[in-house]
Each structure stands twice: as C-alpha cells, then as structure tokens.
C-alpha cells in the first residue's frame, strides 16, 4: 500500500434531540478545528446539517435567538467555504416534525431519512442543496453539492433514497459501517458485503455491492478497541459525564424538560458483544483521550497497510459539538497524524477527493471487491 488518502468529515450539526446553541456547539469548535488545520496544512470537509438550519429559519421570525442562531449559522458555513474547507450535505430527518414551544424544540421520532416517504425526502434534499448552494455560490462561484453523510447513519429502507440523492447530483454517499445495527431506528449494515473500499451499492439493499451507478458508497472505518483500551476509554467517558454536565439551562430561561433531554433515536444502537474485542465502532474523534485515538488510527493503519493498493480512503468521522473540554487531545491527534504518517497519509477533503481520486480507488464489482480480502 503506497497511501492513505484521510478524509476528516464533520457532522456539524446540534444535539440530536435539538438542544444546543449554534454559538457553543458549531462556530466555537468549528473554528478551533480549521485553526488547527490550517496550523498544519491539513483539508476538511464539513457535512452540515441543513434540515436544522431551514427549521430554525421558518420559527426565527418569532424569537431573537433563533434570530441570532440563524444568522451565525449562515456566516459560520460561509466562513468555511472563504478558510478554504469543503462544505456538503448531512442531514437529520428528526427535524421536520420538529415544533419550537417557544423555548425549546420538540423533534420528531424518525432518526432514519429512509424510513421517510419519498416526497419528503425529496421535497428535505432538494431545498437542502438549494439552500447551501445559493449560501456558498457567492463565496465560491463553482460551488457543488455532491457528498452526502446520513444523520444517525439511517438509510435504509434505502432505493428511493438513492435515486433521489443521484437525482440531485450526489456522487458520494457515507454512513455505512461493517457491524452497525440500530434496531430503533431501522440500520442494519451487519450483512455488508464491501467494508473497505468504495463500492456501487445495489439500491434495493446497501449492504450489497452493485453494478456501477451514480452514486459510490465509501465505507466508514471500523475500529475495535482490545478490552484494555475499551475499559480505558469507558472509564475516561464515565469521569466527563460526571465532571462535565452540559449546562443547557445557559441557553435557556427556563429549565429544559427530562423529556427533551432523554430523547434519542439511536438508543437502540448495539455496542457491545462477547469477546477480546466488544465494541465494534468506526474510526472518530470528539470527546476521547488521545491514547485512544492514537491507539484507534494506528491500529486502522496498520490492518489497511496489507492491502497492496495505491490508496485506500478511509474517513475520520469527527463530531465538533463534543469538542468542548476536549481540545488539547484533538490537537495532539491531529499533529500526531500530521508528523507520524507524514509520508504515509494524505489529506484529503471530499471535494477533491471526487475530483481526483474516486474512480481509481473505486470497487466495480463484487468479485473485484473479495479479491482484497
């Protein structure tokens, strides 16, 4: 294998259950992470989460600080755009059933954009693209939307959700991981066939590798961690959530109800099973240690590293809006990654890796897919 092309992808996006404050949860973290990759000339691409922005848009007529939040939210996605960072799709269809009490916003009970009747999901994708589209066009003229990441890692039941995404000009599609199955919210990719390379789905079923299409499916990295480094970073976790409780009430004038609290609609997500290695996950960075995202990339290099393959992309799934707290460590990491894999990785953003890169690494067939394995 002569290189890894890294692809650091951000959910950016508020809290599931739609707490959070664009300022605190988005533009803070997000510009601590472009500082640091502009410090060591690495790429990014952030996967924004439209649905939240044209919710918070249709109720900010009613309250100043949805005012506010909606007008930061649009300079924040601009601001990346002129730092020189790839901006694309990423949605959470909870939000269109979401209602605004005044103070607080109630979302809706579907985490999964496929389990969404196809005229909504058309009617969510296309005023999306609009959307960052006529933001960023006139921030960079030759602006595209063309890489999607699912919210909650929902695509299933998944064929008309794919025509309509390859109807909109999606060539790049992320959410897929080997062993992720999150029954509450209708995922199960644990019959995948391709976890490794980019493949063309079969439609009718993701987790099957198809003939060549529109869209290429780039698989999220699995990692599972040995018991010692599982243990480390459960303990690690468990000392945040009970040092570092996230203060809603800073946001609000009253305090936020349980029941906004406790929603979530991965809930279901199974994490654990028996055996050395009990959690399988995928390759990302918000709230760990920095042992453990050391541990976690070097491990991924170094299974990727048998493959006699020119590149292999592998994604970097990070969430900036757990970042709090946590700086020093992505820091760390990300210098580590920079100065230890030097001449080993490449960093790469979605946009240009479409532009350069995704016909030569791509999977067309099955059969050329299993050779690797």
Same mark, same amino acid.
């Given at each position: 294998?002569?290189?890894?092309?890294?692809?650091?992808?951000?959910?950016?996006?508020?809290?599931?259950?739609?707490?959070?404050?664009? !300022?605190?949860?988005?533009?803070?973290?997000?510009?601590?992470?472009?500082?640091?990759?502009? !410090?060591?000339?690495?790429?990014?691409?952030?996967?924004?989460?439209?649905?939240?922005?044209?919710?918070?848009?249709?109720?900010?007529?009613?309250?100043?600080?949805?005012?506010?939040?909606?007008?930061?939210?649009?300079?924040?996605?601009?601001?990346?755009?002129?730092?020189?960072?790839?901006?694309?799709?990423?949605?959470?269809?909870?939000?269109?059933?979401?209602?605004?009490?005044?103070?607080?916003?109630?979302?809706?009970?579907?985490?999964?954009?496929?389990?969404?009747?196809?005229?909504?999901?058309?009617?969510?994708?296309?005023?999306?693209?609009?959307?960052?589209?006529?933001?960023?066009?006139?921030?960079?003229?030759?602006?595209?939307?063309?890489?999607?990441?699912?919210?909650?890692?929902?695509?299933?039941?998944?064929?008309?959700?794919?025509?309509?995404?390859?109807?909109?000009?999606?060539?790049?599609?992320?959410?897929?991981?080997?062993?992720?199955?999150?029954?509450?919210?209708?995922?199960?990719?644990?019959?995948?066939?391709?976890?490794?390379?980019?493949?063309?789905?079969?439609?009718?079923?993701?987790?099957?590798?198809?003939?060549?299409?529109?869209?290429?499916?780039?698989?999220?990295?699995?990692?599972?961690?040995?018991?010692?480094?599982?243990?480390?970073?459960?303990?690690?976790?468990?000392?945040?959530?009970?040092?570092?409780?996230?203060?809603?009430?800073?946001?609000?004038?009253?305090?936020?109800?349980?029941?906004?609290?406790?929603?979530?609609?991965?809930?279901?997500?199974?994490?654990?099973?028996?055996?050395?290695?009990?959690?399988?996950?995928?390759?990302?960075?918000?709230?760990?240690?920095?042992?453990?995202?050391?541990?976690?990339?070097?491990?991924?290099?170094?299974?990727?590293?048998?493959?006699?393959?020119?590149?292999?992309?592998?994604?970097?799934?990070?969430?900036?809006?757990?970042?709090?707290?946590?700086?020093?460590?992505?820091?760390?990491?990300?210098?580590?990654? !920079?100065?230890?894999?030097?001449?080993?990785?490449?960093?790469?953003?979605?946009?240009?890796?479409?532009?350069?890169?995704?016909?030569?690494?791509?999977?067309?067939?099955?059969?050329?897919?299993? !050779?690797?394995?």
């Amino acid at each position: 294998m002569k290189k890894l092309i890294l692809l650091i992808e951000d959910d950016f996006e508020l809290m599931g259950n739609g707490l959070g404050n664009v !300022a605190y949860h988005q533009y803070i973290p997000g510009n601590f992470l472009m500082n640091v990759a502009e !410090a060591i000339d690495i790429k990014l691409t952030f996967m924004v989460d439209v649905a939240q922005q044209l919710v918070v848009r249709q109720y900010s007529h009613k309250n100043a600080n949805l005012k506010f939040q909606e007008k930061l939210w649009d300079e924040t996605i601009q601001l990346i755009k002129r730092r020189g960072f790839d901006v694309q799709l990423h949605l959470h269809p909870q939000w269109l059933d979401a209602k605004f009490d005044g103070t607080h916003f109630k979302l809706g009970n579907n985490w999964n954009l496929g389990r969404t009747p196809r005229p909504q999901q058309t009617k969510l994708i296309e005023d999306s693209i609009a959307y960052l589209t006529d933001l960023l066009k006139p921030v960079d003229p030759n602006y595209k939307v063309h890489a999607y990441k699912a919210g909650s890692w929902g695509m299933q039941p998944s064929e008309d959700l794919f025509n309509c995404l390859a109807d909109n000009g999606i060539k790049v599609v992320m959410g897929v991981r080997k062993g992720m199955k999150i029954d509450s919210a209708g995922v199960d990719y644990t019959s995948l066939e391709e976890p490794v390379f980019p493949y063309f789905p079969n439609y009718k079923d993701i987790n099957k590798v198809g003939q060549q299409g529109d869209i290429s499916i780039i698989p999220l990295c699995y990692y599972a961690p040995n018991l010692f480094t599982f243990g480390q970073l459960a303990f690690n976790l468990s000392l945040r959530k009970i040092f570092s409780k996230p203060d809603y009430n800073i946001f609000y004038n009253k305090k936020v109800p349980k029941e906004i609290q406790s929603v979530n609609g991965i809930k279901g997500k199974q994490l654990l099973k028996l055996g050395f290695r009990p959690y399988l996950t995928q390759l990302k960075m918000s709230n760990e240690p920095f042992s453990y995202l050391k541990k976690s990339f070097d491990a991924v290099y170094n299974r990727l590293s048998r493959y006699d393959v020119d590149h292999i992309p592998v994604v970097l799934e990070s969430h900036t809006k757990h970042y709090i707290g946590n700086y020093h460590n992505i820091e760390r990491f990300l210098n580590y990654i !920079a100065n230890r894999y030097h001449d080993k990785v490449e960093f790469s953003d979605l946009t240009t890796y479409i532009n350069s890169h995704l016909q030569d690494t791509q999977i067309k067939s099955n059969e050329t897919a299993n !050779a690797y394995h």
